[in-house]
């Protein structure tokens, strides 16, 4: 990344990776991009982020400011080519030669509401389930995907905890009242107590997005990751820092 970066001036191709309120979620925002920049890093191509003012962008930032771009500054560029994340669907993964930590970073905002909702432990595995927008607990008005839902074992989600019963376990879940449910059914589990947004969504708080993006830190930060759904959440969570991912 620092080759690239050292030479990213060099360039004279350009993409431009532009991510707007609704085009997904913490884990489709990232992804995408590191997808791209795997791509732009072979060819020899800059790669800049479109500063879009959406809530996620004061908590997971760049590492590099070089990679930002504005409104004015793209439209003094010419030929330019700007990529929007429904283009990338169909061709997207997650092999990426870099971790994703090498290209973004976490605010003070975020570590500090760390401290506020999570007890200060550092040794701990972690379990996450996205039931899917179906069963996000917010006004359906603003749900984009009213039928998602995810296919999950909850055999296997109490399996993984009752075989690391001596594990500190954080549990976090796009549905507040199932992770009360299961703390209710297992002490050594740890659930954050306050409200968690969808971050692709126009309602939700900048409470809850910042309480989301603290999650997903706390997730990076796990010695392994349990998924117990399909969801780039805890994927890219895993890539962060390269831990384990179980499922």
């Known amino acids: 990344m620092n080759t690239y970066i050292q030479n990213f001036q060099s360039f004279s191709k350009k993409l ?12 489709d925002n990232i992804k995408f991009f590191m997808y791209m920049l795997e791509s732009c890093m072979q060819t020899n191509t800059q790669l800049y982020y479109k500063k879009n003012n959406i809530e996620i962008e004061k908590y997971i930032k760049l590492k590099y400011d070089i990679m930002y771009i504005n ?3 793209l439209n003094q560029l010419q030929y330019i080519n700007v990529i929007r994340p429904y283009a990338l669907y169909s061709s997207v993964n ?31 595995v972690s379990v996450h389930l996205r039931l899917g927008d ?3 607990e917010t006004d359906k008005n603003y749900v984009l ?8 074992s ?7 905890i009752e075989d690391n019963v001596n ?9 507040k009242k199932y992770k009360l449910d299961l703390k209710t059914k297992y002490n050594n589990i740890i659930i954050t107590d306050c409200d968690i947004g969808h971050t692709s969504l126009s309602n939700t708080s900048s409470e809850s997005i910042l309480n989301a993006v603290t999650e997903f830190y706390i997730l990076t930060n796990s010695r392994c990751i349990f998924a117990g759904s399909s969801s780039g959440f805890s994927i890219i969570a895993s890539k962060f820092n390269n831990i384990p991912l179980l499922m």
């Not at 930590?101 to 909702?117: C, G, P, T």
């Not at 995907?145 to 999950?152: A, H, I, S, T």
């Open 16 to 27: 431009v990776y532009d991510f707007k309120l609704g085009d997904g979620g913490i884990g």
């Open 71 to 73: 409104d004015t500054e």
């Open 94 to 124: 997650y092999n990426y030669s870099i971790p994703v930590s090498d290209v973004f970073y976490f605010s003070d905002e975020v570590k500090i509401n760390k401290s506020r909702i999570f007890p200060p432990i550092t040794n701990y």
């Open 134 to 136: 179906k069963y996000l």
């Open 145 to 152: 995907c009213k039928e998602d839902v995810r296919e999950f």
């Open 154 to 160: 909850q055999q296997k989600i109490h399996k993984f």
């Open 167 to 175: 594990e500190n376990i954080f549990f976090c879940c796009d549905n």
